[in-house]
């Protein structure tokens, strides 16, 4: 029979791996989110056409918006979700001040019937690179 190491033996390697430091080959951190958005069924047409506007500009403009990838449901048109990734909070907080944001925001806030935004942790941190 195997011996099992003790879990005091083991247990100092645990904790250095646990707060070692992270290297510089480590993806930096970044915010990464989903809107869950339901539009009004009469105005989903301009809303496309705002979103569309506003993705393109924030993708073109903005090196720290990783991606918004926007997609709607088949069965529910109106329902969409946008994977949003930007590098770093910061760049997210300059992303909801640009005036192609603001332009979007403004332009379809009697639009959106529902908002719903989920902080998500990605499996795979980085792997999405600009």
């Known amino acids: 029979m195997k011996r099992i190491p003790s879990l005091f033996a083991i247990l100092p390697l645990c904790l250095a791996a646990c707060t070692a430091k992270p290297t510089k080959d480590a993806p930096p951190p ?14 989903l047409d ?4 705002f979103l569309q506007e506003e ?3 924030s993708i ?3 090196p720290g918006v990783i991606t ?8 529910q048109p109106t ?4 994977l949003e990734i930007y590098a770093t909070e910061a760049d ?4 909801v001040k640009t005036p192609h944001f603001l332009k979007y925001k403004n332009g379809t806030q009697n639009m959106v019937q529902h908002l719903e935004l989920v902080e998500v942790d990605p499996l795979v941190p980085g792997l999405i690179k600009k």
């Open 30 to 43: 970044q915010k990464v989110r989903l809107a869950k958005i339901i539009v009004d069924s009469t105005q």
């Open 46 to 49: 301009a809303y496309k056409s």
């Open 55 to 57: 993705i393109e500009a």
């Open 60 to 62: 073109n403009k903005e």
């Open 68 to 75: 918004l990838y926007a997609v709607f449901e088949k069965e």
């Open 79 to 82: 329902h969409l979700t946008i």
């Open 92 to 95: 997210y907080q300059a992303h």
